[in-house]
Structures are given as C-alpha cells and as structure tokens.
C-alpha cells in the first residue's frame, strides 16, 4: 500500500483490539524507504486544547499526541484531508515546535 501524507488510514493496534484513526504527517519520500510513519491519532472525545482542532463536526486531530506506527498495521485508507486543515497542522506544529 502507497501510505501518503496528510492522509487518514485506519491502523491496527498492538496494546488492543481497537482501530486507530490517524493522519499521516511523515513526508512521502520518508514513507516510500522508512518502515514506520509518523502520525496524529484522531478522536471524538477528546479535551479541546490548543494542540487539538477539528477536521469534520465530531473528529480531532491531535498534535500533542504525534507518534510512530509500524506501515505492517496500516489497515485502509479513509480520506485525505483538505488543504486547510493541513494549513492549520503545519501552523500548529510549527507554533509547538519551531517557535
């Protein structure tokens, strides 16, 4: 499976039995050589905070939960997420990292 950035896959988990919705943040020329990407969980129940904001009426990204998964557990594509929303991720990593 070609695993490219900014889009949501489900993943399967190694601690349970449960799917994990994540957006991919890992740039595609690292996900074509590395076996693992970097990625954002998202959640429907979560503390709105300034690493977190919405993508759709229910669902968050969460940037103060960034993480490495192994590409085996990358289980199906959902979407990919429109150019704001990947704005607002580039604007909030860089206020938590850069600035």
Known sequence: MNILQYNIYTFNSENSEEMIYAVVLSPNEMNEVLKTVIV???????????????????????????????????????????DSQIQKIKNTLDEMLIK
């Not at 969980?41 to 690493?51: A, E, G, K, M, V």
Request: proline share 5%.
């Open 40 to 82: 954002a969980p998202l959640c429907n129940q979560c503390d709105i905070t300034p690493t977190t904001f919405l993508i759709d009426d229910i669902t968050r990204v969460r940037l103060d939960q960034i993480t490495t998964i192994e590409k085996i557990n990358v289980d199906n594509y959902i979407a990919k997420i429109n």
